[in-house]
């Protein structure tokens, strides 16, 4: 069974808009964190942002929020007022475990966002 | 990019040779890993570390081994490269500061088994 779940495998948006990107996730352990990554076409892996099982408020960082809602183990992404630059790849991924020794991250298939002008 | 190489970036090699890729970081971080990139499957893990000869198995081990004898080399070796073994590998670390987890990673390493 798939952990991580990501169903839009291409999205379109117009530049200044919002868009969310959605994540659904599958694990049994009570402690798990999760993220999401930005990989542009240069390559890299960008660390975009957190949010662990226990947080009560949803995750931000600049333009970014993570709208989690646990009972429906869903995970999106909120890019608010998107900019060409933010077409790219964009993964989730769980970690599970305590995160002490536990390390297994499980990423998702990807969402690749395209910004129109 | 809190500081992880990888080396080679480039690698072509052929079936049946042995393959070690080099994952280098300068910032002390306990956790580290190897994943890999391929079409339609997202990064997959292949192998982690939470300590110095400290390892363990991810979701793709096989095929793979690792060591870790400083705490900033973590090294991937493929005992004899198959073909099914091109693929785009990527180091990370993570760390967690005050409750807050993120995970950086290298600029990958392109393999091609041919």
């Known amino acids: 069974a798939q952990k991580i779940t990501q169903t839009q495998p291409g999205m379109f948006v117009q530049e200044k808009e919002a868009v969310t990107l959605d994540c659904t996730y599958d694990?049994?352990?009570?402690?798990?964190?999760l993220f999401w990554y930005k990989q542009p076409s240069s390559g890299e892996m960008i660390f975009l942002i957190y949010?662990?099982?226990?947080?009560?408020q949803n995750a931000t960082e600049g333009r970014y929020s993570l709208n989690f809602q646990k009972a429906r183990k869903s995970a999106n992404l909120v890019i608010s007022a998107s900019q060409l630059g933010d077409s790219a790849m964009y993964f989730c991924?769980?970690?599970?475990?305590?995160?002490?020794?536990?390390?297994?991250?499980?990423f998702g298939p990807g969402t690749r966002l395209s910004v129109l002008p | 990019d809190a500081g992880i190489t990888q080396s080679p970036r480039h690698k072509v090699t052929e079936t049946g040779t042995p393959v070690t890729l080099r994952c280098h970081q300068t910032?002390?971080?306990?956790?580290m890993y190897w994943y890999r990139q391929d079409p339609g499957h997202g990064l997959r893990l292949i192998h982690y570390?939470?300590?110095?000869?400290?390892?363990d198995k991810g979701e793709v081990s096989d095929g793979y081994s690792v060591s870790r004898s400083k705490t900033e080399d973590f090294l991937l070796t493929l005992e004899s490269a198959t073909s099914s073994q091109t693929s785009v590998y990527f180091c990370?670390?993570?760390?967690?500061?005050?409750?807050?987890?993120?995970?950086?990673f290298g600029p990958g390493t392109r393999l091609l088994v041919l």
């Open positions: 990370a670390i993570s760390e967690s500061v005050q409750g807050e987890e993120t995970q950086y």
């Open positions: 694990t049994s352990d009570p402690s798990y964190g």
């Open positions: 949010q662990g099982s226990y947080d009560q």
């Open positions: 991924a769980m970690r599970e475990g305590p995160g002490n020794y536990g390390q297994n991250f499980v």
């Open positions: 910032e002390n971080h306990r956790y």
């Open positions: 570390s939470y300590g110095v000869k400290d390892t």
